[in-house]
C-alpha cells in the first residue's frame, strides 16, 4: 500500500489491507457498520489526531511487511457464491453456537450479581435484543439474500435494491447494540469481572465483537458493493438488449 492518506474509507482501507482491522478495532474506529466514513472523519468523531492514527497505521503497515506472509482468501477476487458460503460457514455457524453460549452466562452472572448490579440487567436485555435480531438477521440472509446473490452471478437476475438496504439498516442497528453492550460491560476490561463466570462472559462478548466486526465488513464493504456493481453492469447489458 501507499502512504496511508486521511481522504480513505475505512472500509477500503480494511479491503486493501486486513491487517489494520485489529488497530482500528482498538481504536474504536467502526470500519464495518460505518466504512463509508473515511479516516480523518472517523478519528475526528473519536477525538483523535488523524496525522498520529495515519502515523501509527503506517508503523504498523512496515512492521507487517517484514514478517511472513499470511495466507488469506482474497473476497475481492472470490465469486459472490463462495464468499456467501464463506460468511455462512464460519460466521453464522459461530453466532448459532456461540450465542446461546453467551445467553447461558448472561443468565448466571445476572442470578448471581444482578441484584447489586443494574447495568448487569440492561446488559441482559440488550444482549437478548442482539441475538434475537442477529438469528433473524442471519436466516433472512441464507433464504433470501445469499440466494439471490447466486442468481445473479450466475443468471443475471437483479435483486430488490429493498433486499439490500434492509441488510445494511440491520447491520446498523448491530453496530449501536455492540457499542451499547461494551458500555454496559466497562469495556470488557478483565479487572471488572465479578467472578470467574463473569470474566467468561466479557470475554465472549468481546470475542462476538471482534467475529461481528469482520462479518459485517464481509457483507457492507465487499459483498454489497459487488453486488451493486453487478447489478449495474447487468442493467446496462439488458438495456443494450
Not at 464463506?86 to 441484584?115: A, F
Not at 438496504?165 to 442497528?173: G, L, S
Not at 457499542?179 to 470475542?207: I, K, Q, S
Amino acid at each position: 500500500m501507499s502512504t496511508i492518506s486521511a481522504d480513505l474509507p475505512l472500509g477500503a482501507l480494511v479491503c486493501a489491507w486486513p491487517a489494520s482491522a485489529p488497530l482500528l478495532a482498538a481504536l474504536r474506529l467502526d470500519y464495518c457498520c460505518a466504512g463509508n466514513q473515511t479516516l480523518g472523519e472517523a478519528c475526528k468523531r473519536r477525538g483523535l489526531d488523524v496525522h498520529t492514527v495515519c502515523a501509527l497505521l503506517e508503523a504498523l503497515q512496515r512492521t507487517a511487511l517484514r514478517l511472513p506472509a499470511v495466507e488469506r482468501a482474497d473476497w475481492q477476487g472470490a465469486s459472490l457464491a463462495d464468499l456467501c458460503g464463506h460468511i455462512v460457514d464460519h460466521h453464522h455457524t459461530r453466532l448459532r453456537l456461540e450465542l446461546p453460549r453467551i445467553e447461558s452466562l448472561v443468565e448466571t452472572v445476572v442470578g448471581v450479581h444482578g441484584g447489586s448490579h443494574a447495568e448487569l440487567v440492561e446488559l441482559r436485555r440488550t444482549f437478548g435484543e442482539l441475538a434475537r435480531s442477529l438469528l433473524t438477521h442471519i436466516d433472512a440472509e441464507e433464504r433470501s439474500l445469499f440466494p439471490a446473490v447466486v442468481a445473479l452471478e450466475r443468471e443475471g437476475v437483479p435483486i430488490a435494491e429493498q433486499l439490500i438496504a434492509d441488510q445494511e439498516v440491520d447491520h446498523r442497528a448491530v453496530g449501536e447494540r455492540l457499542r451499547a453492550l461494551r458500555a454496559l460491560a466497562g469495556d470488557y476490561a478483565p479487572d471488572r469481572a465479578l467472578c470467574a463466570t463473569h470474566r467468561a462472559l466479557l470475554a465472549g462478548l468481546l470475542a462476538l465483537e471482534d467475529d461481528l466486526h469482520q462479518h459485517i465488513h464481509e457483507e457492507n464493504n465487499v459483498l454489497i458493493p459487488r453486488v451493486r456493481r453487478l447489478q449495474g453492469a447487468a442493467r446496462g447489458v439488458a438495456a443494450e438488449g
